[in-house]
């Protein structure tokens, strides 16, 4: 493979590639060309098919190789998330539904200094597994934007405000303090982020409008924010039927499940996403009086950002992911939690879909990558990206179809999800720049970010005790999975 050009013009041929996840622009779908070139010219594709007779700076051997669009990753918390790595696999309260979003997450939390380099690891760990796109949802941070391009992502970011924040003194009962001028000033800071965002967006960064969860704001600043939205034309997401605790504290505000007070409101749209849409009105855990919830969001053209790895570690699921597309909901993937791997994201997804269906038909491999690409760019409002299709963004994955476990390769999609990890990924290009190589990051020092991280890890963890409503030692919160004994 010879040196690729940094001129912005350069073009780069991927000869005679095994296989193209290309795009089949009459049927609106991805289609497999076989023995087939692909060309980017600086950020964009500008050929796929057979036998290109242009020149190249840079020409790619495609034998053994797969060339699929990157993926797209519509719901993540890259500043906070690789924190908890050994300390919330396992938590969850017990008199909160088994929820750890109320009594455990908020001790463990990234503080300022620590938050760049949660980002890097999160972004490194996505990159690896073949991510190009994510929606990166955190309370804003000093150098967000930096961090962000310097990673090499396309990233959407997402400021995420709210006019309470909830804790818990005892365990079982969430309380909530309410403060709506804060909201609103946390709103404005928001959107003169997504501002700084537009005016500098190095062709990779977008913005999002993000009220944070449904509990935690009031409906002006729901509604207020939908409609600001509307006027930038950006797309809008808040988590709701995110936990037991949250149904019923709506239902106990409004008499209206989570998704019935969304559509009450107005801001279940086309352009709307909710993470993670989990306790509907049907669902065992929150059965409700009626069976409208999915119709809600099916009808409205709502999108719902599926994550299916932070709650199966707590014995909780959607139910189910093919119930949700048979119905017309356009479902996206996220990686909302460590690993950032949206490999393992989407086979976790595949699996619980037909244990909970209780059949391999629930969910087809067709489903689930769509999801991952055409959907979620849709999702993002991102209309040039997760199709590899003349005209669009250089966004693309090279898998190494002749890597041992993958073999033997029968489906090349099916082979790499079911059978494959980000081992796999030979190279990642984002904008028509050459990201990840044979499993090293290359936009920026993903082992250095992980070893700082360690150490912040180290900071956090020795002051949980002072934040844990009962002061009980970490420890105690978090019994080891074996006693440490010194050697002699």
Known sequence: MSARSDRPTATTLIKNADTIVAWDTETKTHVYLRNADLVFTGSRISFVG????????????????????????IHSHPSTEPMNKGLIDELGSAGLYNSSLYEFMPIFRSDAQAKPDCARVAYGEMLLSGVTTVADLSL?????????????????????????????????????????????????????????????????????????????????LLRESFAEAVRRDLPWQTHAAQSVVEFHEMTRRHGKTPIEWLHELGVLSDRSIIGHAIFLDDHASTRWSSDSDLDRLADSGTFVAHCPTVFARRGITLRHLGRYLKRGVRVGIGTDTYPHDMLTEMRLAAYLARTQAVTPRALSTTDLFNAVTTTGATALRLQDIGRLETGCRADLVLVDLDHP??????????????????????????????????????????????????????????RATSLDWASRPVETIVPPTYQTRQSH
């Open 50 to 73: 057979a036998s290109f007779d242009g020149t190249a700076e840079t020409t790619i051997d495609g034998g053994g190789l797969m060339v699929m669009p990157g993926l797209v990753d």
């Open 140 to 220: 804003p941070y000093e150098g967000w934007r930096e961090v962000a391009a310097e990673s090499g992502l396309r990233v959407c970011l997402a400021p995420m405000f709210k006019s309470a924040s909830w804790k818990t003194t005892n365990g079982h009962v969430v309380d909530y303090d309410w403060d709506e001028p804060a909201g609103r000033r946390d709103m404005a800071a928001a959107f003169a982020l997504l501002d700084d965002v537009a005016r500098h967006s190095e062709g990779r960064l977008s913005g999002m409008v993000i009220p944070a969860q449904i509990d935690t704001c009031s409906a002006d």
């Open 405 to 462: 476990m993958l073999q033997p390769v029968h489906d090349s999609i099916r082979n790499l999800l079911y059978a494959g990890d980000s081992r796999v990924i030979r190279s990642v290009y984002v904008d028509g720049r050459h990201v990840v190589d044979r499993g090293q990051v290359l936009s920026y020092d993903y082992p250095a970010a992980a070893t700082r991280l360690r150490e912040a890890q180290q900071r956090i963890v020795g």
